[in-house]
Nanobody, 116 residues
Framework: QVHLVESGGGLVQAGGSLRLSCVASESISDINVMGWYRQSPGKQREVVASITSGGTTSYRPSVKGRFTISRDNAKKSVYLQMNSLKPDDTAVYYC??????????WGQGTQVTVSS
C-alpha cells in the first residue's frame, strides 16, 4: 500500500536548493504530526524536521536556518525547502505522518545527493 507519495529529490551541487513534497493518501485521516527523516547508507534514520497540525516546527540543529518545513492541511501535504545544501545532507529522505490515534505512516523515500 502507498500511503505517502514523495517527490522533489535529485542531484544538486553544494550550495544549491531542493524542495521536497509529500502527499498523504485520502485513506489517511486525522493527521497530527508530519515530518521528514533521512538515512545515509550504513547509518540509522534520523529526524530532520517536524511540524504539528497547529504549525509548530522543530529542526535538528545541523539544518536550522537552511531548511524550512511547511504543510498544507487541506492538501494533506508536507514540504521541505532545503537551501544551502551540503554534501553531508546526502541521504534518502522520508516523510512521515502520525495520526491522532498514533498510527505511523512512511513514504518510500526520495534520494537527495549533494556533490562537492
Amino acid at each position: 500500500q502507498v500511503h505517502l507519495v514523495e517527490s522533489g529529490g535529485g542531484l544538486v551541487q553544494a550550495g544549491g536548493s531542493l524542495r521536497l513534497s509529500c502527499v498523504a493518501s485520502e485513506s489517511i485521516s486525522d493527521i497530527n504530526v508530519m515530518g521528514w527523516y533521512r538515512q545515509s547508507p550504513g547509518k540509522q534514520r534520523e529526524v530532520v524536521a517536524s511540524i504539528t497540525s497547529g504549525g509548530t516546527t522543530s529542526y535538528r540543529p545541523s539544518v536550522k536556518g537552511r531548511f524550512t518545513i511547511s504543510r498544507d492541511n487541506a492538501k494533506k501535504s508536507v514540504y521541505l525547502q532545503m537551501n544551502s545544501l551540503k554534501p553531508d545532507d546526502t541521504a534518502v529522505y522520508y516523510c512521515k505522518s502520525v495520526t491522532v490515534d498514533r498510527h505511523d505512516y512512511w513514504g518510500q523515500g526520495t534520494q537527495v545527493t549533494v556533490s562537492s
